[in-house]
């Protein structure tokens, strides 16, 4: 019998993902629910033929190092790679693997969630509510913004940003989207126009962020974009934080230049813009666009088959190369 390769696991995860890892591989786990530090990655990763890492790994030269030059695939269990320096993988000739479509509705059903509740004040309205403050009805108590038939701007036209405007259209609403390239899938589907970044920024009612995290979209939405949007402009982001500069949304939320803000990312994850949090015009939640069980354990089983090709000799399915 083939003898069983030697993995390695940052998180441990649900039962259904560890089962199917024993039938591959020997593996060892992180047995506590937290990140490891630094020297626990180094010191773990050494000697594996495999390792399934998260977004919180910072999977640099110095830990490509540590593995050593048996190992086959840093298999990260989200399908954004931006933690793993994959010029450095390349170069030592490991494959790196993501886990794309798997997350797509859960993570592009959060965004909604987020468009809802900032055009319409629900943290804001429950937080009022459970303070115990006396409410009533009246003409201009918390008003919020339209949804139905209003422009929606999609950044990023990919499998998350289809997604996500496809399911607008319950609402009747426009879509404008801008991407590196006009997507004609995406137009077939969503019915969408394919506009630049600044007729997007001006035009859209909603703006929802959908694109990966690099040097390019580094700071995308900064104070010059924020000054474009209409002030009743609502921007949802559950991309990566780094894509807005955080303060001066901050500051554009506070002065009125736009309306509102849905965000499940940060520029400083796990720190949030302090200014940020005394803002009610602002959602925030901590991160949690794939987390739904189905969708976290759908996340295990597609890294643990990439893993699985690897170790084969196999091309894993969803290799990312620069
Ligand atoms: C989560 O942020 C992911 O990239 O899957």
């Not at 794309?100 to 468009?115: E, H, M, Y």
């Not at 998350?160 to 319950?170: D, L, V």
């Not at 982001?237 to 807005?244: A, D, E, H, L, Q």
């Amino acid at each position: 019998m083939k003898e069983k390769r030697n993995v390695y696991v940052t998180r441990l995860l649900h039962p259904p993902v560890m089962e199917r890892l024993k039938e591959i591989c020997n593996y060892e786990v992180n047995p506590e629910d937290r990140p490891l530090s630094r020297e626990e990655l180094l010191r773990n990763v050494k000697g594996r033929d495999a390792v399934l890492c998260f977004l919180h790994d910072q999977i640099d030269a110095e830990v490509l190092e540590a593995a050593g030059p048996q190992c086959k695939i840093f298999a990260n269990g989200a399908v954004g790679y931006n933690n793993i320096d994959l010029a450095e993988a390349e170069k030592r000739g490991i494959w790196v693997s993501n886990t794309p479509d798997v997350l797509t509705d859960a993570t592009a059903d959060l965004a909604w969630a987020l468009l809802f509740d900032a055009a319409r004040r629900v943290s804001e309205g429950d937080r009022l509510v459970r303070k115990g403050e006396e409410f009533e009805w009246a003409p201009n108590f918390m008003l919020g913004v339209d949804i139905t038939g209003r422009t929606l701007g999609v950044l990023g036209a990919g499998r998350i940003g289809s997604n996500f405007a496809r399911k607008s259209q319950g609402f009747g609403m426009k879509v404008l989207y801008s991407n590196r390239r006009p997507s004609p899938s995406f137009e077939a589907e969503t019915g969408a126009r394919y506009v630049d970044r600044e007729t997007l920024l001006r035009e859209s009612d909603f703006i929802s962020i959908h694109v990966p995290l690099t040097p390019e979209t580094h700071h995308m939405i900064g104070p010059k974009e924020l000054a474009m949007m209409k002030e009743t402009a609502v921007l949802i982001n559950t991309s990566r934080g780094p894509v807005i500069n955080e303060k001066a949304l901050a500051h554009a939320l506070k002065t009125g230049q736009i309306r509102a803000a849905g965000l499940d990312v940060y520029e400083n994850e796990p720190e949030v813009e302090p200014e940020l949090l005394s803002l009610d015009n602002v959602v925030m939640t901590p991160h949690i666009g794939s987390a739904t069980l189905d969708t976290r354990i759908n996340i295990g089983l597609l890294a643990v088959r990439n893993i699985e090709a690897a170790l084969n000799g196999e091309t894993p399915p969803n290799l990312v190369v620069k």
